[in-house]
Structure formats: structure tokens, C-alpha cells
């Protein structure tokens, strides 16, 4: 494998190919600006990923309350300037009902002339008090160069009332030419002349307005310029400030999934290189201690693989080897075996004279012997056909009520013998199979014999039924029974459940497992239920017709 080392924050994640838009301008600005080298100074501080989190937060937290204060003061400052514009406009606004209450009193005063009541003169007095109310408010707020031109309105309006007083007592007493030459004379040129001067009042004030609301709009215009950048600028800073943080932590997850890919694909030598010096630091150095163990557990382990590939290559030739020498000496033994089988049975036919009473006896015992021995070995010969690949089933069409009667018919003997009661059975309704009979009997025969041969007292029953396309054969037994721990070991070659039953009831173990590769082959399955003491049912289920019902 190739060794693969990573040397900087990001070169092998990226290194991949950004795939969305996102991904490529983090790219670009990692590796070509300077935000890469700040990423990497971030992620080198020594503190931890909270203290780092809290920090930036706090950061960030700082500049929104500093932009909250900077728009407090600038609310403050348009509020106090609006304030300002206000009153200018309030003192314009009263400079202009001076010049109202000036033209009232010279309107009066001329109606006074020609109606000579006392009503009019009254309101030319009333006139004249707001006129000196109004220029009063006036003169709070003027400033030092205004207070000399509303001092000279003053003096000239009460000159101007007491020319109105003269001009009334002239009317109460009747002499109207009097009173119209001294209002001609003396009151119309002080009116011209604090009309002037009031003009030129209302006109300062309304260029004091004018300035101040252009200084207004300036320093509107200026303090949202400033209020702008400002939040601009903390924008800015605030998302520098989230990108430079949260890159020095995906960085590193990204690093770690390069690595964790690597050594999915199988690249133990893959390391892993960060800046950090938090908890990711820690978790990179963790992972490249897990990946050289893993690499030397790899290495291990792939020594161990040659191994018991080269012990299963040996074990299977010497299966294979076995298979053959069981095979051939099965057939060997055989021969003779039945040769042997032969003259005994050709001894008790008395073929060769009578035998003597007290030879026919062991004569016997060495025939019930001869085929026990004659069985072991065609169930040796069985099993080595199986393993070696040699053993073919012979299909053919077969009853199934056969099966069962030839079985009744081989095994009742020894039930009798035993005391024990054989029950067998098949559902009347049950076609023509097809399979090897031979076999199927073959496997019958050794569930049924090994119930009887386990059972002391009660009996065997033999049942079997169709179940749509499969076939359900059932051997059940009042024997010992299994224990549950070893009911998956039964059908294990050459296995009994322990050794004492092997020494009380005899038996290689090998039929249940012949049974078992002779249903598998017919593609079926086999299975027990058994309780301790009170006995076993054995079930294998086969298809009615093997591969359909067509010769093999």
C-alpha cells in the first residue's frame, strides 16, 4: 500500500475537489489569501474548542453592542438636533405673529379714526399686548446680537403707544383732524419703522432655521454614513470572525474524514496532520496511534491468512486424502466382509452338514456381528462418497407408503425384541414421488433406528404427510431425549451426545449425519425437538419432486 502523508490543514480534504459553490470559494480563499494562514494561527492557539467558541461569541456579542451604542448616540444626537430645528421653528413662528399683531394695530388704529368707538381703540391695547408677550418669548432665546434690534422694536412700539393713546384722547374729545394729522405725522413712520425692524428679526430667524436645518441634514447624512460602515465593518468582522473559527474546526473533521476513508479503503499507513491545539489535536494524534495499530494488526493478520490458507489447503488435502483412503478401504473391507457373511450363512444352511448345537450359537453371533460390522462400513463407505464428491442420488419415481412399509418390515424385529411398540403411517393421499427412494429409506431407516435403539420402554411412531409440494417425514420417540445444549450437535459426524451413551448403546454417530447430507442433497432440511427424559421427534422435510419431477 501506498503511504500517504497529509502536511497541511486542508490539502487533503480539499485536495479532493470542492464540489458546490461554497466549498470552492472556501477553497479559494484558503489557499489563495490570507485567511488560510489566519485559519491555521487560530487553530494552533493553545485553548480549548470551548474557550475558543466563547471567545469568538463573546467577540461577536461586544460588536453588537457596541453598533447598539453607536446607534443610541446618533438616535440622541438627531433627537436633540430635531429639538433644536423645533425651536428655531417656534421662534420664526413667533417673529412672524410680531409682524401680525404690528399689522392688526395699524389697521386698528386707522379704524379707530373713522368709527371713533371705544371697542376699536381696545383692541389696538390688546393687539399690543401680544405684540410685547409674543417679542418677549422672543427675546429669551435671541441671541446677544438680537437682543439690541428687539430692544430698539421695543422702545419704538412705546413710542408708538403713546402716540395711540394721544390719538384716542383726540377722538374721545372730537378733534379727529388732530388725531389724523398726529397718525400721519408721528404713529404711521414708528409703524414703517418697527415693521422694518421686525422684518429684519423674522428674516434672521428664518436664515437661523434654514442653517440649522441644513446642518440637521448634514449631520443626519454624516451619522448614517458612520452608523453604516460601522455596522458594515462589524458585519464583516463578524463573519471573518465565523469563518476564520469555523474552518479551524472543519479542517480538521475533514482531515479526519480523508483518513477514516483511507483506512476504510484499506490504507493503514494514512496519517493524519493538524495545526490544532485542542481536543482535535488530541483526536489526530489518537487516530495515527489507531492507524499504525491497525497497520500492525493488519500486517498481523494478513501473516495469520497465509497461514491457515496454507493449513486449509493442507487440511483439505488431507480431507481429500482421507475421503479416498475410507472410500477405498471401505470398498476393500466390504468384500470380504460379505464373503466372510457368506459362509457363515452358508454354514447355518447346513450346505457343508450339520453343525453341532454348540457351534451354531456363536456361529450366529459372529453373522449379527458380520452385518453390524458390514453396516459401519457401508455408512464409512457413505460418508466418504459424500465428502470425496463421488455420492449421485439415482431419481426416480417412488411411494412414499413403500418407504414406510419397508421400514416397518426391516426394524419391526428389533422393536419386538426390545418390548417396544412401532407405529408407522403415511397420509393415504399422498402421489408417486419422485427422488431417490433408496436414500429417503436409507434415512428413515436410521431415525428409526436410532429412536429404537435409545428407547428402553414405550415405542417408535413413524408419520409422514404432504404439505403442498414438500413432503414432512416424522420419527417419534419415549427415549432418552436430548439435552438442550447439544441438539445442534446431534447431526455432527461421528458425535453422540456424550460417551456413555456411546459405551451403552454402541453406534459410530455417523447416520445422523449421513441422513442429514442425504435430505440436503435431495434439497430438503432436517431438524429435532427433544425434551430430557421424555423423548425426540426428528423431522426432515423433502421436496415431493426432486428438481421438479425431471431426471437429474
Known amino acids: 500500500m501506498a503511504k500517504e502523508q497529509i502536511a497541511d490543514p486542508g490539502t487533503f480534504a480539499l485536495a479532493q475537489g470542492p464540489s458546490g459553490w461554497g466549498e470552492r470559494i472556501a477553497h479559494v480563499l484558503l489557499t489563495r489569501s490570507p485567511l488560510g ?22 467577540l ?35 417673529s412672524q405673529d410680531i409682524q401680525h399683531a404690528l399689522a392688526l394695530q395699524m389697521n386698528f388704529t386707522a379704524m379707530a379714526l373713522l368709527l371713533k368707538d371705544e371697542t376699536t381703540i381696545a383692541k389696538i391695547l390688546r393687539e399690543n399686548n401680544r405684540f410685547n408677550n409674543t417679542l418677549a418669548r422672543l427675546e429669551r432665546f435671541a441671541r446677544p446680537e438680537e437682543r439690541d434690534l428687539i430692544q430698539r422694536i421695543r422702545t419704538a412700539q412705546e413710542s408708538a403707544l403713546t402716540t395711540v393713546a394721544d390719538i384716542a384722547n383726540f377722538v374721545r374729545d372730537g378733534r379727529v383732524e388732530a388725531a389724523m394729522s398726529l397718525q400721519l405725522n408721528k404713529e404711521y413712520p414708528l409703524y414703517l419703522q418697527i415693521e422694518e425692524l421686525v422684518d429684519q428679526v423674522v428674516k434672521r430667524e428664518q436664515e437661523k432655521m434654514d442653517s440649522l436645518r441644513a446642518s440637521v441634514g448634514a449631520t443626519n447624512q454624516r451619522s448614517l454614513i458612520v452608523m453604516s460602515g460601522f455596522v458594515a465593518s462589524s458585519i464583516m468582522l463578524a463573519v471573518l470572525l465565523g469563518f476564520v473559527i469555523s474552518w479551524s474546526f472543519i479542517l480538521p473533521v475533514q482531515e479526519a474524514h480523508g483518513f ?184 428413515l431407516m436410521n431415525l428409526v433406528g436410532n429412536a429404537l435403539k435409545f428407547t428402553k420402554k414405550g415405542g417408535v411412531e413413524i408419520w409422514v404427510e404432504q404439505k403442498r409440494d414438500k413432503l414432512l417425514y416424522r420419527v417419534s420417540d419415549t427415549g432418552i431425549g ?71
Open 260 to 443: 477514516v476513508t483511507e483506512v476504510a479503503k484499506g490504507n493503514f499507513r494514512a496519517t493524519i496532520n493538524v495545526p490544532n491545539r485542542d481536543e482535535f489535536g488530541a483526536l489526530a494524534d489518537r487516530m495515527n496511534q489507531m492507524g499504525k495499530e491497525l497497520h500492525t494488526l493488519y500486517e498481523n493478520q494478513r501473516e495469520a491468512t497465509r497461514q491457515l490458507q496454507t493449513l486449509n489447503e493442507q487440511l483439505q488435502q488431507a480431507s481429500k486424502a482421507k475421503s479416498e483412503f475410507l472410500a477405498n478401504m471401505s470398498h476393500e473391507l466390504r468384500t470380504p466382509m460379505n464373503a466372510i457373511l457368506g459362509f457363515i450363512e452358508m454354514l447355518l444352511d447346513d450346505l457343508y452338514g450339520e453343525i453341532p448345537p454348540h457351534i451354531r450359537d456363536p456361529l450366529v453371533d459372529v453373522q449379527v456381528n458380520g452385518k453390524h460390522l458390514l453396516n459401519l462400513i457401508n455408512e464409512v463407505l457413505d460418508l466418504s462418497k459424500i465428502e470425496a464428491g463421488r455420492m449421485e442420488l439415482a431419481l426416480a419415481e417412488y411411494s412414499v407408503q413403500d418407504v414406510v412399509d419397508t421400514t416397518r418390515a426391516s426394524l419391526q424385529s428389533l422393536a419386538a425384541e426390545k418390548g417396544l411398540e412401532l407405529i408407522a403411517a403415511a397420509q393415504e393421499t399422498i402421489p408417486l414421488a419422485f427422488g431417490d427412494g433408496k436414500r429417503i429409506t436409507q434415512c
Open 482 to 552: 436430548i439435552p438442550p445444549d447439544q441438539i445442534e450437535h446431534v447431526f455432527r459426524e461421528f458425535r453422540q451426545v456424550d460417551a456413555t451413551i456411546t459405551r451403552e448403546f454402541g453406534g459410530t454417530g455417523l447416520g445422523l449425519s449421513i441422513t442429514k447430507k442425504f435430505v440436503e442433497m435431495h434439497g430438503g432440511r432436517i431438524w429435532v425437538e427433544s425434551e430430557l427424559g421424555k423423548g425426540s421427534t426428528f423431522f426432515f422435510e423433502i421436496p415431493l419432486r426432486v428438481n421438479g419431477g425431471k431426471p437429474a
Open 37 to 58: 494562514k489566519l485559519v491555521r494561527w487560530v487553530a494552533s492557539i493553545k485553548a480549548s474548542v470551548h474557550a475558543k467558541l466563547f471567545s469568538g461569541y463573546m
Open 60 to 94: 461577536v456579542t461586544l460588536l453588537f453592542l457596541a453598533m447598539g451604542g453607536m446607534s443610541l448616540q446618533t438616535i440622541a444626537k438627531m433627537s436633540a438636533q430635531s429639538q433644536l430645528l423645533d425651536q428655531a421653528h417656534e421662534r420664526v413662528h413667533w
